[in-house]
């Protein structure tokens, strides 16, 4: 009887928790609509099975409950119970992909008037390119990707030269016009991930995946990875701004092509040319290197493992670390100086800090990127800590 009790107030339960919870899809910015019905569909069928399952379970507990001197019946074959489970269980299988497998269909297919936009993700970054003015795409290859040309385009292909690249983790997009995203990965699986888009698609290293969607609201919008990449997952983020036509036509405008960047032209993070890093004054020059440092942290992510107010995280924190001695595996130690600092970004795997792991991969970075780094991470040095580290 209790048993038959837990399950009649499991279903009521949750049938509750469903219609009074505060935790809601957020509000649709596309055209995918299709995706909300589609849900709203399977949690309706899965929701129905799962009430009327507890329900009939509970009742045969109560109805068949042990009595004085009765016996349960023995019956090991039931042909045609079995049919009835059987062409139920296909029937709510087919109501349950048949929606999703239209959708999909229509998810994969954009029109032919989409605007490509490659997205590109690595740990703990996103990377994000647009074609230039004939409207294809140069191609790719890994062996490529360095210092000037951190997406790995091929520096012989005409096609590319005027693709544009954008290497922090902000992307516009124009108000109500279709996107086709075609996304890679350069290291492990990844999935870029707009809630409010309602679109999504896992990014597999060694190909190119492909979905698209129509923005219908302008604003700013968070991008996630939705796939379990390493230790700073959590921390691989991104922004995707929807702005009006206009406005997005003059920032695509200001935007490095691939031809700028190996030439060194400035870049938005590099605007400024790099000051000896030897000097330490306030001016001016050293504190826009460590802004550029700062926006070079979070494009390249170096935030996804290293804090900034001291927090514990998977790097050491970088609050108060310049000036200070670090001690490594090995039994060894240094003083955080600009020479410190320069070795462990370029050579992250060369020495390892006592208590983390040797996970930081190498980057492809400039000297000026490398330069801004060092300026923003002596700009955070605060109060002496204990440890150091890179």
């Avoid at 919870?21 to 589609?38: G, I, R, V, Y």
């Avoid at 699986?189 to 060694?206: C, I, K, Q, S, T």
Wanted: glycine fraction near 10%; hydrophobic fraction near 45%.
């Amino acid at each position: 009887m209790a048993l038959a009790i837990a399950l009649v107030v499991m279903v009521v339960a949750s049938v509750l928790f469903h219609f009074l919870s505060p935790w809601w899809a957020t509000p649709l910015a596309s055209n995918w609509k299709q995706m909300d019905d589609t849900l709203t569909i399977t949690i309706v069928i899965t929701g129905a099975f799962f009430i009327g399952i507890n329900l009939f379970v509970g009742y045969m507990v109560w109805r068949y409950r042990h009595r004085d001197g009765s016996r349960a019946a023995y019956q090991p074959v039931n042909h045609k119970l079995e049919l009835w489970l059987i062409g139920g269980t296909t029937l709510g299988i087919m109501a349950l992909l048949a929606p999703g497998l239209f959708v999909y269909a229509d998810y994969v297919r954009p029109p032919r008037d989409a605007m490509l936009v490659e997205v590109v993700g690595q740990q703990w970054s996103w990377g994000f390119r647009f074609p230039g003015a004939g409207g294809q795409f140069g191609t790719t290859d890994p062996r490529f990707v360095g210092p000037g040309n951190p997406l790995g385009l091929n520096p012989d292909d005409p096609n590319g030269q005027d693709d544009i690249i954008v290497a922090g983790p902000e992307l516009h997009l124009p108000l109500g016009r279709p996107i086709k995203i075609l996304a890679r990965s350069k290291d492990v699986l990844h999935d870029f991930y707009v809630p409010e888009f309602r679109a999504r698609m896992n990014m597999v290293p060694g190909m190119v995946t492909s979905f698209w969607f129509t923005p219908t609201r302008a604003g700013t919008f968070d991008v996630l990875c939705a796939q379990l990449c390493g230790v700073g997952h959590h921390n691989m983020r991104g922004k995707v701004v929807v702005d009006e036509p206009a406005t997005f036509t003059a920032w695509l405008q200001k935007q490095q092509t691939f031809v700028a960047m190996r030439a060194g032209q400035p870049a938005a993070a590099a605007t400024v040319p790099a000051q000896p890093i030897g000097t330490r004054g306030p001016g001016p020059a050293a504190a826009d290197l460590a802004e550029q440092g700062r926006t070079l942290a979070q494009s390249k992510g170096c935030v996804a493992c290293h804090s900034i107010d001291g927090s514990p995280s998977v790097g050491p924190t970088w609050k108060g670390l310049y000036g200070h001695t670090t001690t490594f595996t090995d039994g060894s130690s240094a003083k955080v100086d600009d020479d410190y600092l320069r070795t462990e970004i370029r050579e992250p795997q060369q020495r390892v800090v006592k208590g983390f792991a040797p996970i930081m991969p190498k980057m492809p970075l400039t000297e000026d990127e490398v330069n801004a780094l060092i300026a923003y991470i002596r700009s955070t040095a605060g109060a002496p800590r204990e440890a150091a580290g890179k």
